[in-house]
Every structure is written in structure tokens, then in C-alpha cells.
């Protein structure tokens, strides 16, 4: 296992950005089988996590990746008092991997439990047909906190992204796990919600997730991506629709690569739910575009400040205080 090779940014609120679990390299033949441990842990808050070590919980969870055709076998300890699973979107398992509580498969409090994910890539079925592979942009989260689907801990904070990608997948320098989970961004609410950052030009790939009770858009400024598997077109003449705002309803998950700044320039730019009620009542955080040479572009600084100020007394509801 490799610990991320992209950098995580200074500035921005602690627990919002979790170390990567690294791909194996390219050329390394399918088939490959890695092995982790997972810690999930309580923290302050009434908050819970996943942490790749003993004490490094995040919220949200390391961001899992994988190439099409690998397995991941997990062994999750859990180091609480609580009832939890890992539950993943997109990739294969048995039942004895499930993370539900219907099938008898989570850890005790203080057990440790092996769950293992299988991957493929497209078959061929019958008719000219093809059945599709698990690349993609998924998730994982708890299942078994509080509830028989984990509600508890979806609501504490037990989730993290996880991605499958193809052999060949442009690789990026950055990336992002936003989850919209209540009236929350990562378990925040503006101006708690990630600053992230990144330089004119840099690869940044997205991971977007939704959870809770409640319906979301993704919304991004400045920039667009396709709307395909991997953010980008895979031709010249690929007809995919260019969007820049895309559901984000509970379960629900889709990722993009784009080029910060990509022909607009560097700046402060929102991403935002754009569910109105959701953006006024605090949905809403920050991607900084610096300058190639990493200092802050014109204007930047007054648009931070705004934002530290953003004022969302008057539409704050209930749900938003789930973490406090
Ligand atoms: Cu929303």
C-alpha cells in the first residue's frame, strides 16, 4: 500500500482531505489482491471515522482506489463500543462481506472482521451485449451503526470514496472527496466546508457523494465535464453532454477529472449544492485556483473573506446540527 502521491493542502479545515490508498502501478498485472487495514474510530464530536492507522481517522474515510480486476481485502477493526460494517457501492462481494446486519456481517464492538471486494472488468453476454465492469466512482460507508442500514453512522461520519479505475485511466495530481450528507459538506457547514485548492492547470480529479434524507445537485463554477465515467471525452468525436451540475441524491456518487482554471484562469470558485435552501443554508464551499507559480490570483483574498463571513443564521435547519 502506498500512501498518497498527491499533495494535501495546508489551510483547510482539519479531516477534509484522507490520504489516498494508492493504485498498484499500471504495469502490474490484473488479478492482484491488496491488502489493508481500516481503524474505525470515535471522534470528538460524537463523530465517528475510518483511518488508515491507529488515531488517523478522517471524515470523510481514506479515499480508496483500485484497478478493474483487482480484489481489496479489508480488515476493519473496529476500537468502539459500537455495532459498524464497511458496505461498499459498485464492486463485488458475498454475503459474508456485506457490512449488513441482514446477513450477519459487521463487527462487534472492539471485533475485527475481514470483508473482501471483488472487481471486474466488461464481459461479454449473449447478442453482442456486454454486461459492465466495475469501474466507476463509488463509495463505502458504514451499515450496521444505530440502524440495520447504519443511519447512525452514516450520520457520524463513516464514509469515504472509493474508485475503480481502468487500466490506462489518466491519473490526476489532486483529488477531492465532497460529500453532501444533510444539510453538510463533509460533515461541515460553511465557512467550515473545504477550501480546496489547487494550481492553474493541475489535474484535479472529483469525487462527489450523497447521503442522508435529503436531495442534492452538485453544482461547480467556472469549470464543466463530461458527463461520462471518467469527467472527459474519449475522442475527438465523443458526443457525451457537457455538464456542470449533476443530482446528488442519497447513495449516489459520480467523479470527473478537469484542469483547474481550464480557459477561465485562476480565482475563487464555488462549489455549491444548488438545492436553494440548501445553498443559502450554508451547502456551499471553495475551489482556490492559484496561480501557476502557487501565489494567491487577484481578487482572491477579498472572495475568502466574504466567505469566512457567510452568514446563515436565518436558513439554518434542523438537520444541520447532527454533528453538534
Ligand atoms: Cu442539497
Redesign the pocket.
Known amino acids: 500500500m502506498r500512501v498518497s502521491r498527491r499533495s494535501m493542502l495546508a489551510g483547510t479545515a482539519a479531516g477534509v482531505l484522507a490520504p489516498a490508498v494508492g493504485l498498484a502501478g499500471p504495469a502490474e498485472a490484473a488479478g492482484l489482491t491488496r491488502r489493508i487495514t481500516i481503524y474505525a474510530e470515535a471522534l470528538p464530536n460524537g463523530r465517528y471515522g475510518y483511518g488508515l492507522e491507529p488515531g488517523k481517522a478522517t471524515v470523510p474515510g481514506p479515499l480508496l482506489e483500485i484497478y478493474e480486476g483487482d480484489t481489496l481485502e479489508i480488515e476493519l477493526v473496529n476500537t468502539t463500543d459500537q455495532r459498524l460494517s464497511i458496505h461498499p457501492h459498485g464492486v463485488n462481494y458475498d454475503t459474508a462481506s456485506d457490512g449488513a446486519p441482514l446477513n450477519a456481517s459487521f463487527n462487534n464492538p472492539r471485533e475485527t472482521r475481514t470483508y473482501t471486494w471483488r472487481t471486474r472488468a466488461r464481459a461479454e453476454a449473449s447478442g453482442g451485449f456486454w454486461m459492465p465492469g466495475s469501474a466507476g466512482y463509488w463509495h463505502y460507508h458504514d451499515h450496521a451503526m444505530g440502524t440495520d442500514h447504519g443511519t447512525a453512522g452514516l450520520a457520524r461520519g463513516l464514509y469515504g470514496g472509493l474508485i475503480v479505475r481502468k487500466r490506462g485511466d489518466l491519473l490526476p495530481s489532486k483529488q477531492y472527496t465532497v460529500v ?1 450528507n444533510e444539510m453538510m459538506i463533509n460533515h461541515e457547514m460553511a465557512p467550515n466546508t473545504p477550501i480546496l485548492e489547487a494550481r492553474l492547470g493541475e489535474r484535479v480529479e472529483w469525487v462527489c457523494i450523497g447521503y442522508g434524507s ?4 452538485f453544482h461547480l463554477h467556472g469549470h464543466r465535464w463530461a458527463d461520462t465515467r471518467t469527467g472527459m471525452l474519449s475522442s475527438a468525436t465523443d458526443n457525451a453532454q457537457t455538464v456542470d451540475n449533476k443530482n446528488l441524491d442519497p447513495g449516489s456518487s459520480f467523479g470527473f477529472q478537469i484542469l483547474a482554471g481550464d480557459g477561465v484562469g485562476p480565482g475563487v470558485w464555488m462549489y455549491h ?1 444548488h ?1 436553494q435552501t ?1 445553498s443559502d443554508g450554508g ?1 456551499v464551499g471553495l475551489f482556490l485556483v492559484r496561480n501557476p507559480d502557487g501565489s494567491l490570483p487577484d481578487g482572491a483574498q477579498d472572495a475568502i473573506d466574504r466567505f469566512k463571513q457567510h452568514d446563515h443564521s436565518g436558513h439554518e435547519m434542523p438537520e444541520a446540527r447532527t454533528h453538534a
Not at 214 to 217: M, V, Y
Open positions: 453532501f435529503l436531495p442534492h445537485t449544492c438545492v440548501h451547502m
